[in-house]
């Protein structure tokens, strides 16, 4: 075999070892599952407690994604928060005005980019500190919204908005045995094209000359990946099917996985948090990147922000509340740093469903608020202290 | 214990770097009282040996026995090092930037009184400590503000104030001009006659000639070689053997001059300091290229070259920049340096740590940022030519990296240099300025970035050098402007350049 001279030759230790501050945040993840499993009786990995998982947390995971690229830059955001309670307010009213779903969603959409440009300007370009300008938003748009609502929730005129949230998506009728047939369908054809995707790559790297981990430990992937997609989706199709914001989920984090790996602009945030001095005398406009980290971050918020008072069914005035902590939160304890440069979208939704199984978990055991701050704080400073002992034994930090 | 011959003995040492054998066991003896200079290629193992005897690297970090006054060591950290009467005195300066003289001097063990820190007592002290180390400077001075072959000689003050027993210099005098060099070593024979032994890191061979009583040679991680100059003399021949491993003919490959007509041309370039708008750092300059020419600016430190370039590339210093630029023969401006660089113009910084490279990225990446339009469709990535790319000028610069995806941090100073370089060559300018492209390298890779250089004014591109040594300046250049001042005090033509006429031009017009 001629592809035999790019082929590594490592142990399978040894590779672990390699990966275990990468897999560091799936084996937590999966660990607090299955210790909620003992603790409740395998209550929590329910169909309709996994479902509820994804459902009850998709509006923080949204908010992480745009949260960890502005932490990449080196920045903060407080105001995301009260962004969602603004653009969710606004997003109902607008509803209300008849306009329908779509419409509705574009809108609000585009309202948190005009609060990411509003923002962004003050950072980028005036050059005033990310905590402060935010800080101000934090305030500035809570106040906006009490005003808007008069204080008061709004409530929707129809059920039609709440669809994104709890709603799921099947066709009626379409089942296999007593499971929601398009789960099964998908689900089937995600893990075919995991599999070919992951091959052709695999193929396209030998023939360009690139060395490649060997055949066995890319099955070992490929496989453990599999069997993560089918326990999910057997999960939804015993269910309800695919819940909607699931669908939302997949694609906000698909288009940020390939935007920060892929694209120009992505590489840009990377460089900027990393030095910006140096960024900028490579010829790169560090001030434009920053503003539009800001303006992603601020549609991210919109998005939130209709999937938020879908999942409430109503507006509140008080909406929102705390939410910048649990982004923040996610983000580091899937790796980010706080100094800038580093980070993944990856890490900061599992970050954040780290979060959100402990929540969760907690709540289905009964054990209140109190003891769920007092273990979300314990976990967010072991994680990071995990990272940044095992940075500094591995000589990256 | 003090009759001993070595102050310092290193046995069989070997540390590892993930990737890396930076150190194989190496040995390496030191002599009470002597001047031993360290030299090697980049990457050879030079600062990581010095971090190993000075408990940079603790002890649990590398295999292999140092024995440091007749007792082996077991430093946790430089902190114990010092006490032990070992001081280190960095590649890169560490020095707090906005304390003055001697609150840095005393950092970390002030002088106290019933736990309060005792600030007049450490003024007092300071004083004669300044005196020995030759700075005139008030004590109060924040160290920002003075020039690095200043802040040198703080951190030199700073080390002498342990009482240090032993101090090693790691390429003192690789961001110093020829006068301040000198002045350097003089102090360091100055020590030597305290009875202070001194080991130094040097990329420059003339001057480890002069002061050294022995010279060891590393070559990717082994002890190759050990000359004791009081017995013998050694040529630099020999030594440039040793580092390289094969015969170095010339320090400079020869140019054949093919010039054409003016290209860049700069006319009355005026630029004030960033904080105290009306002080002018850079006045009423003018100067131009031609096409395939490449030409130097000299003249001594804070002559205001550095801030030049960096104010013509996009404003990147400096306060209400005014002048014109023409370029090609059309008069241009550079709103930023993105906009330098798309008009063709390229510039690499001297100070990679903080203005060229981003540490915490890889080689790759490193090599790649001033390019992705290019290496790029419709703002997506091309992978696959930004890999190869970057394997291109891996290979054509020898960097010396386990892999593209090591991190730039983890690169020995002179390999950082040249991912600076690959960054900016790969974004392939018309004119290329590069300021001070040669600090901290060997010899063998200064040739190779000669080379570079004049392969690319024979592909009909422009070349401005700013550099502090003189031989390099006279020998790869076609003109050389000289600077003081923040003014341009003069020109010389290749055929008469010679070291005097330069500073002569530099200080008495
Ligand atoms: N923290 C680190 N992690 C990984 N590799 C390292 C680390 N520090 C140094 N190295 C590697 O060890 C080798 C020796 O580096 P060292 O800094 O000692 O070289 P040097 O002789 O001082 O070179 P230069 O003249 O360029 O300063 C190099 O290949 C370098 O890449
Ligand atoms: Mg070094």
Redesign the interface.
């Known amino acids: 075999m001629p592809e035999n001279a790019n082929i590594e030759q490592i142990s399978f230790l040894g590779l672990a070892k390699q990966n275990l501050r990468k897999l560091s945040m799936f084996i937590m993840l999966g660990l607090i599952l299955l210790v909620f499993a003992v603790l409740t009786n395998g209550v929590n990995l329910t169909p309709r407690n996994i479902t509820n998982i994804f459902i009850q947390n998709s509006y923080i995971l949204i908010l992480a994604v745009g949260m960890v690229l502005v932490i990449i830059i080196g920045n903060i955001d407080l105001s995301v928060g009260s962004v969602v309670a603004f653009s969710g307010a606004l997003s109902a009213m607008l509803y209300n005005t008849g306009i329908g779903l779509i419409p509705t969603l574009l809108l609000s959409l585009l309202i948190g980019a005009a609060i990411g440009v509003f923002q962004g300007f003050w950072i980028a370009f005036v050059g005033i500190p990310a905590f402060i300008t935010t800080l101000a938003g934090m305030l500035f748009f809570r106040g906006l919204t009490y005003i808007i609502t008069n204080v008061s929730p709004i409530s929707l005129r129809d059920d039609g908005f709440k669809k994104i949230a709890s709603g799921s998506l099947n066709i009626p009728g379409f089942t296999i045995g007593s499971m929601d047939g398009l789960s099964i369908v998908v689900m089937v054809i995600a893990v075919v094209l995991l599999v070919f995707f992951t091959l052709r790559q695999r193929r396209k790297q030998i023939s360009n000359g690139f060395s490649v981990l060997p055949l066995r430990y890319t099955i070992l992937k490929v496989a453990s990946l599999s069997a993560l997609i089918i326990f999910v989706f057997l999960r939804f199709a015993a269910y309800r099917g695919i819940p909607t914001v699931g669908l939302v989920l997949f694609i906000v984090t698909a288009i940020f996985v390939f935007l920060t790996n892929n694209t120009v602009i992505g590489r840009y945030i990377y460089a900027v948090g990393g030095n910006a001095k140096s960024a900028k005398l490579s010829g790169i406009n560090s001030e434009q990147v920053v503003f539009i980290t800001h303006i992603i971050m601020g549609v991210l918020c919109g998005l939130s922000g209709v999937v938020f008072t879908a999942y409430m069914n109503s507006a509140l005035p008080q909406a929102g509340n705390q939410f910048e902590l649990d982004a923040i939160a996610s983000c580091y304890i899937g790796g980010a740093a706080a100094s800038g440069g580093i980070g993944t979208i990856i890490g900061a939704i599992t970050g954040g469903l780290v979060m959100g199984v402990i929540n969760n978990g907690m709540s289905l055991m009964n054990i209140g608020a109190d003891w769920q701050y007092v273990v979300k704080a314990s976990i967010l400073l072991l994680a990071v202290f995990y990272d940044i002992w095992s940075r500094r034994k591995s000589g990256l930090g | 214990m003090s009759n001993d011959e070595y102050i310092l003995e290193v046995k069989n040492l070997t540390k590892d ?2 990737g890396v054998r930076a150190l194989d066991s190496v040995d390496f003896k030191v002599r009470r009282g002597e001047i031993h200079c360290l030299v090697g290629e980049n990457g050879a193992g030079k600062s990581t040996l010095m971090n190993v005897v000075s408990g940079v690297l603790p002890r649990s970090e590398y295999e292999g026995v140092v024995v440091f006054k007749g007792k082996e060591t077991n430093y946790r950290s430089t902190r114990d090092s010092e006490q032990d009467g070992l001081s280190i005195i960095h590649q890169e300066l560490t020095l707090s930037p906005y304390l003055s003289i001697y609150e840095n001097i005393f950092l970390g063990h002030m002088k106290t009184r019933f736990g309060i820190i005792d600030w007049d007592t450490c003024l007092k002290d300071s004083y004669p400590l300044l005196k020995r180390v030759g700075l005139r400077e008030p004590p109060q001075t924040i160290v920002s503000k003075m020039s690095v072959g200043k802040q040198q000689l703080v951190e030199i003050a700073r080390a002498i104030s342990r009482n240090a027993e032993l101090l090693i210099f790691d390429e003192p005098t690789s961001s110093l001009n020829d006068e301040e060099s000198e002045n350097l070593l003089n102090l360091i024979r100055e020590f030597k006659k305290e009875g202070i032994t001194c080991i130094m890191i040097s990329h420059k061979l003339d001057e480890v000639l002069a002061v050294a009583d022995s010279i060891t040679i590393l070559r990717d991680g082994l002890s190759v070689a050990s000359y004791d100059l009081t017995k013998a003399p050694v040529s630099q021949q020999q030594i440039i053997k040793g580092m390289v491993g094969r015969e170095l003919k010339n320090l400079f490959p020869k140019k054949e001059p093919d010039i054409g007509d003016v290209v860049f041309e700069v006319k009355g370039w005026t630029v004030h300091h960033p904080d105290y708008h009306d002080m002018k750092i850079v006045d009423d300059a003018s100067f131009f290229v031609r096409k395939g020419e490449i030409i130097s600016f000299c003249g001594p430190m804070g002559a205001g070259r550095t801030e030049l370039m960096m104010s013509i ?1 996009g404003n ?1 210093y400096g306060y209400g920049a005014s002048g014109e630029i023409h370029l090609h023969n059309k008069r241009v401006t550079f709103k ?3 906009d ?3 008009q063709g113009v390229g ?1 690499v ?1 001297e100070d990679r740590k ?8 890889d080689v790759k ?1 490193n090599i790649t ?2 390019s ?2 290019k290496l ?1 469709k419709r ?3 091309n ?2 030519l930004m ?1 190869n790319k970057a394997e291109e000028y891996k290979e054509s610069l020898q960097i010396k990296t386990p892999s593209l995806e090591q ?1 730039v941090r ?1 690169l020995s100073g002179g390999n950082q240099q040249k991912v600076v370089l690959s ?1 900016s060559l790969l ?1 392939d300018p018309d004119i290329f300025i590069v300021d001070e492209p040669t600090r901290g390298i060997d010899v063998g890779a200064k040739y190779e970035i000669y080379s570079i250089l004049n392969d690319m004014v024979k592909q009909g591109k422009s070349v401005i050098v700013v550099s502090s040594e003189l031989a390099e300046a006279i020998s790869m250049s076609d003109r050389i402007y000289v600077m003081n001042e923040g003014k341009i005090k003069g020109v010389l033509d290749r055929s008469e350049a010679t070291q005097e006429r330069i500073m002569h031009m530099a200080l008495v017009d």
């Open positions: 770097f993930p590339f990147s930023n340096p993105k330098a660089i798309e510039y910084s903080s203005l060229g490279l981003i540490l915490i990225q990446t940022n001033s992705l339009p790029s703002g997506i990535l992978k696959n890999r991190l983890n960054r974004a």
